[in-house]
């Protein structure tokens, strides 16, 4: 015979339908001889429950997110805010469903600062996804860094293929995700995820960050061409008092200066240095808290070395110091300037009248020093001014300032008006604020746009992407130009292009672009772009088969911390 302590009433119900029991509420012990799926379904009750002695069940109001049908893009389908108190832990479980198409077609975390996403000091930690993959916000800025490198998980090769991804989107559908968001009081957010496949695989993904040790944080789900059915939600104590403290491994050096005119002293300048810790963490550290073995002699001309090295563990406290080195030269001082070489992009495409940011790609800046030798300097310690924005010839300048006088040359450049323009020319427009105009594009027809796109080259999406909507707005797809896609009519596209990767990034500013949008006739739609970069290295991206309604079709041009000035 089993004897069960009774801890909830909600147990005594079932009891109740097995032998008719009454006084619930007074009964501390009782003992059954029952069939063992019985006993089991009263364990798995109590279970289902933690028993922590400070639990706070949260009420779930959207209980299914996202369309059941996959069919919604990316940040349109959110679940409730979850907040999360320092010391406090959030676990949700759902079950996952996802088109299968991509790996992101799962669920994704999103941890912010607060409860509204339209608020004005909205910022975001971190997102978080289901396939090992995420990026940083805005709280980036306030000290709390983003690290891809603290992502870990077990995802298993389980057909031995070679490949574990089609494995992966195998058994996240339908899965039960169980996600633990702890909020430690020691400044730290700790994400487990477990999902337990209906094949029996279970798959653990783990990341941890930086975030405010006393504020709240936020946590909200994300549907990417899926949908979650939330089950519950629970606060408990954080299972994190303390953290183990790690050693320095190594150190990294950047922005240091290349020279320095002789009567400057600063051999630092602008630089900064980067720690990377034993567990596999990095952070910028303050300079303040780097010691220099070796510091160079600033009174005489030549090649310097300066030995870096850093002492402090990850919590702050000294241990065996790592170091690095880089190397300047002291030069006489600077008496004139002279571009060499012109930079790659000569000529810009404007339509507004806000000052054009100057690219310096490519720009060779000759110094003349007072005792006649002449030098490269690196861009880095130059100034560049902003291009008037006004059709014809321009010029830009260029400024270094020494120990002892400020010089400044010219860079000459063209502008030449488009027709529009669409995002901010300081490159300050947000995802979904700036479009173009809608186009209708007949069935059987196509509509073709040329532009040029400006960016601050910081992410591959930061470039244009072609909306495919109907007349009332109802869209059939969003795609990117960086072979990357959502919605309703996305799922049928066949995706080609010939894009080296290692490049793409780097090369958006200033690149041709021109964007064919056809109308098939057949309820299919293709977007293709043709893409020239400043260089003169040319691309392509394709999407082929997007459906739509061929007697319903409209496209328009939207871009992030980007602008695109369209010509025809």
């Known amino acids: 015979m089993k004897k069960t302590k009774l801890i909830r009433c909600a147990l005594c119900a079932a009891v109740l339908a097995a032998f008719g029991l009454v006084g619930c509420e007074k009964l501390d012990l009782y003992s059954i001889d029952a069939p063992a799926d019985l006993q089991s379904r009263i364990d798995s009750i109590a279970a289902s429950k933690p028993d922590t002695g400070d639990t706070t069940y949260v009420t779930i109001s ?110 996240m559908q339908g899965a039960r995700v169980s996600l633990d968001i702890d909020h430690s009081a020691t400044g730290n957010v700790y994400v487990t995820a477990t999902a337990v496949g209906t094949n ?155 000052p054009i940011l100057f690219n310096t790609a490519g720009i060779v800046v000759t110094a003349t020093y007072s005792d006649g030798t002449k030098g490269i300097i690196p861009t880095g310690n130059l100034q560049f001014g902003k291009i008037p924005a006004a059709t014809g010839s321009q010029s830009v300048v260029i400024t270094y300032v020494g120990a002892t006088k400020t010089v400044t040359t010219t860079c000459p450049v063209t502008l030449v008006k488009g027709v ?25 027809s196509s509509k073709t746009f040329t532009m040029y796109c400006y960016s601050d080259n910081l992410a591959n999406w930061h470039s244009p992407c072609t909306i495919l909507r109907k007349a009332d707005k109802t869209e059939y797809a969003v795609v990117r130009m960086d072979n990357f896609g959502w919605g309703s009519g996305y799922s049928t596209a066949t995706l080609t292009s010939d894009w080296n990767w290692d490049k793409f990034q780097s090369n958006i500013n200033g690149s041709k672009v021109v964007i064919t949008v056809t109308n098939n006739g057949n309820n299919t739609a293709d977007v293709l772009y043709n893409v020239t970069y400043a260089n003169g290295e040319t691309h392509f991206q394709k999407y082929a088969g997007v459906t739509v309604d061929s007697s319903d079709l409209n496209c328009a041009l939207v871009t992030e911390e980007s602008y695109l000035v369209i010509v025809q």
Request: aromatic content about 14%; overall charge negative; charged content about 15%.
């Open 200 to 354: 029996g695989i279970t798959l653990v993904e783990t990341y941890q960050q930086p975030v405010s040790s006393t504020a709240d944080i936020v946590a909200f789900l994300v549907a990417d061409g899926s949908y979650f059915e939330m089950k519950k939600a629970y606060l408990i104590p954080s299972k994190v008092t303390v953290i183990e403290d790690v050693s320095p491994v190594s150190i990294t050096v950047e922005g240091a200066p290349a020279f320095v005119e002789l009567g400057n002293t600063n051999f630092w300048g602008d630089a900064t240095a980067t720690v990377t810790y034993a567990d596999g963490s990095s952070a910028q550290v303050d300079s303040s808290d780097i010691s220099f073995n070796v510091i160079p002699d600033m009174t005489t001309l030549g090649k310097k070395t300066v030995v870096v090295a850093y002492s402090k563990t990850k919590q702050g406290a000294y241990g065996k110091a790592v170091s690095t080195f880089y190397t300047l030269e002291v030069t006489n001082p600077v008496v004139s300037l002279e571009v060499t070489t012109l930079p790659n992009i000569t000529t810009y495409y404007y339509y507004n009248s806000d």
């Open 62 to 171: 959207t209980a299914i997110v996202g369309a059941e049908d996959n069919s919604s893009g990316w940040w349109t389908a959110f679940s409730d805010y979850f907040t999360i108190p320092t010391n406090k832990l959030l676990h949700l479980e759902f079950i996952n469903h996802g088109s299968g198409v991509n790996n992101w077609n799962n669920w994704n975390l999103c941890v912010c600062n607060v409860a509204n996403r339209s608020a004005a000091d909205y910022k975001e930690y971190f997102v978080l996804r289901s396939d090992a993959y995420g990026w940083g916000g805005g709280m980036a800025a306030e000290g709390y860094a983003y690290d891809s490198k603290m992502i870990s998980q077990n995802y298993p090769d389980t057909d031995g293929d070679g490949d574990i991804w089609n494995d992966f989107r195998t058994t």
């Open 420 to 444: 529009s323009q669409v995002g901010a020319t300081d490159f300050s427009s947000g995802w979904w604020t700036a479009f173009s105009a809608d186009y209708t594009v007949a069935s059987g």
